[in-house]
């Protein structure tokens, strides 16, 4: 079953065509890479699939319900949370605080103090932030502050962010971009885990392909704001329109 159906996606910007008849279906409960080169479309894309550009024509449908028109935090709502390139985090508060900040704003798309002043809502968010800070392996830091942390953790305290959220797609923006290869390797297997005991369905956009191939189970291909190619990993490894749009002719 689709969760996520891009149907004729075109976007412009003055005279530049940066999405050109996007199609993609994404299956609930698996993991759907996108790749292609610098500006092929994906982070264009992204953004029609998050609310923040309105595709010229075309249609984005989520579980059923269509997302354009919609602003980003009501799209938020319907259970679509994006996961930034350079992690989104609150550098002047504590990881606990970070991780129960998104679960007030889930509640209406800003803060609820009323939400909040319900004992049994504070001690049931207080418990489930604590219960993502272990899976993360950063329960034992929750005190410090956000900003003293290295990437990888900041990006380990981000997806604990969104998962408070209890999404069903998650958008993930080159979730190792700037990474070491142990935190990346440390993040695969992270989102392997979360795929795992968690029924959320994610997209992810990499230009690492250790990363894609380690995690995707279908692979989009953009070059030219459109998809030139779509399939499985070991499909994709081997096709030639892959090797030159993406790589200049050199094998993946």
């Not at 984005?60 to 992690?87: D, E």
């Not at 380990?156 to 959220?165: G, K, P, T």
């Not at 440390?186 to 894609?212: A, F, P, S, Y």
């Amino acid at each position: 079953m689709s969760l996520l159906e891009v149907k004729g996606i075109n976007k412009r910007f003055g005279g530049l065509k940066a999405l050109d008849n996007v199609n993609i279906q994404v299956e609930e409960n698996t993991i759907h890479a996108i790749i292609g080169p610098n500006g092929a479309g994906k982070s264009t894309l992204l953004n029609c699939l998050v609310g923040k550009l309105e595709p010229d024509e075309g249609s984005v449908t989520f579980n059923g319900s269509s997302l354009l028109n919609l602003s980003p935090h009501k799209i938020n709502q319907l259970g679509v949370v994006r996961v930034f390139q350079t992690p989104e985090i609150f550098g002047d508060l504590t990881i606990m605080e970070n991780v129960v900040i998104p679960a007030l704003a889930a509640h209406d798309g800003s803060f609820s103090l009323n939400f909040w002043n319900r004992t049994s809502s504070r001690k049931e968010v207080m418990d489930e932030a604590e219960d993502l800070l272990r899976d993360m392996n950063l329960i034992d830091q929750r005190e410090m502050v956000a900003s003293s942390m290295s990437r990888g953790d900041k990006r380990r305290l981000e997806l604990a962010m969104c998962l408070i959220q209890h999404p069903k797609l998650l958008l993930l923006d080159e979730p190792t971009a700037g990474m070491a290869r142990a935190d990346t390797n440390n993040t695969i297997d992270l989102l392997k885990r979360i795929g795992q005991e968690r029924n959320i369905t994610k997209v992810i956009i990499e230009h690492d392909m250790h990363v894609v191939f380690s995690l995707a189970e279908k692979v989009s291909v953009m070059a030219q704001g459109t998809v030139i190619v779509e399939g499985k990993p070991d499909e994709i490894k081997g096709d030639e329109r892959v090797q030159e749009a993406y790589l200049g002719g050199a094998h993946l």
